[in-house]
């Protein structure tokens, strides 16, 4: 079997839900300007997803958004506006240099070589960002004989784009949908997880998974656990700097 029909099920079975769920919309597409626009959405999101990991691990150590220099600092306000235009490359690599500087370790450590081990990735975001730039810009119009240049271009960019992002293979995303506690009398506590598996195309379809601990999670958020994370209560606090919020 081809290559080029294996990976897309290899990426979509094991890669967080954001990115398997474009690129299962990429191989089921069949109009070739709403596949151009999905190339431009998977840079975008695993972007996004990288970045907001950076950041949650950084509000969860206690780090403060004023305490952070110009340039990493989160700003809710601006950041909505021109949405598709941000300047996600230097944004991802200010926050892995602020992480250097100050020695903090990365939850995912293969960020620190990111840009040094894949020499390409930095040039495949310059090209993205401009493209979307100019391609939004024309309000996606251009000629044919274009048009299939660039969509030629971004799918081959995309390949190697997921190729450097292989490591998200390593990672799971898991939703904490509820906690249900169970209190006999002259007993202490015990909590029931209601776990979603987020690495799935469709997690409608994924059974929840229970889990009983004596101590818990935080409830309606995302965490993003190692392939394979053994759910106890010793292992939670490892973990828990890397949630995300959803309320």
């Known amino acids: 079997e081809s290559e080029g029909r294996v990976l897309p099920r290899v990426i979509i079975r094991n890669f967080p839900w954001p990115i398997g769920a474009l690129v299962k919309s ?26 907001n990991i950076l950041y949650s691990q950084l509000w969860q150590s206690g780090k403060r958004n004023n305490d952070l220099p110009e340039g990493v600092r989160w700003n809710a306000t601006e950041l909505p506006v021109n949405f598709p235009l941000q300047d996600w490359k230097t944004r991802l690599n200010s926050l892995i240099q602020f992480f250097q500087k100050e ?9 620190a070589t ?49 190729g450097a992002l292989a490591f998200f293979s390593k990672y799971e995303l898991k939703s904490i949908k509820a906690i249900k506690v ?14 979603h598996n987020l690495n ?37 606090d490892n973990y828990k700097e890397v949630a995300f919020n959803l309320t």
């Open 26 to 51: 990429i191989q089921a597409s069949e109009d070739n300007e709403t596949k151009l626009k999905q190339y431009a959405s998977l840079y975008i999101t695993g972007m996004q997803l990288l970045i």
């Open 103 to 111: 020695n903090r370790a990365l939850f995912i450590p293969e960020l």
């Open 114 to 162: 990111l840009f040094s081990d894949y020499p390409e990735f930095e040039s495949i975001c310059e090209w993205f960002q401009q493209k979307i730039k100019d391609w939004s810009q024309n309000d996606w119009e251009m000629g044919r004989s274009e048009f299939f240049q660039e969509l030629e271009g971004a799918a081959q960019r995309i390949y190697y784009y997921l």
């Open 182 to 195: 169970k209190k006999p009398r002259h007993d202490d506590p015990t909590y029931r997880h209601v776990i």
């Open 200 to 236: 799935t195309t469709n997690p409608d379809e994924e059974i929840d998974t229970i889990k009983e601990d004596d101590s818990f999670f935080d409830s309606e958020s995302i965490y993003l656990f190692p392939a394979g994370f053994q759910f106890t209560p010793e292992a939670m």
